[in-house]
């Protein structure tokens, strides 16, 4: 399965690329990468949002962390799971730059 998955964007579709380019997956390694890519271009949205507001935000309970750092650092712990669950080589996809990594 090469195709690349309807509604990624850039960085989804480029590690899609990285990924397809070298291994050749079954169905669940395919739909493992998917979700990984989908990840990533939420990523990359929750690191716009930051850049654009800053990292914190004035809330009725003072200055806290903008939601979208607290989300950003939930999402890269699910995509390195997602990529451990995958089993790629360490380095496979080394090229692909997150903009929030």
């Known amino acids: 399965m090469t195709t ?6 850039a960085a989804g579709k ?3 690329r990285s ?7 079954d169905d669940h390694e395919a739909m493992l990468l998917r979700e990984a890519c989908r990840t990533v271009d939420q990523l990359d949205d929750l690191q716009a949002e930051v850049d654009a507001n800053g990292a914190v935000v004035e809330s009725s ?5 903008h939601p979208a750092v607290v989300e950003a650092r939930q999402q890269r712990l699910v995509l390195a799971k997602i990529m ?11 090229e692909v730059e997150v903009a929030a990594s």
């Open 14 to 16: 480029r590690l899609w």
């Open 19 to 25: 990924v397809t380019r070298d291994f050749d997956l």
């Open 4 to 9: 690349t998955p309807r509604g990624l964007r």
């Open 84 to 94: 451990s669950a995958l089993g790629l080589p360490k380095g496979v996809v080394g």
């Open 61 to 65: 309970q003072g200055v806290r962390v």
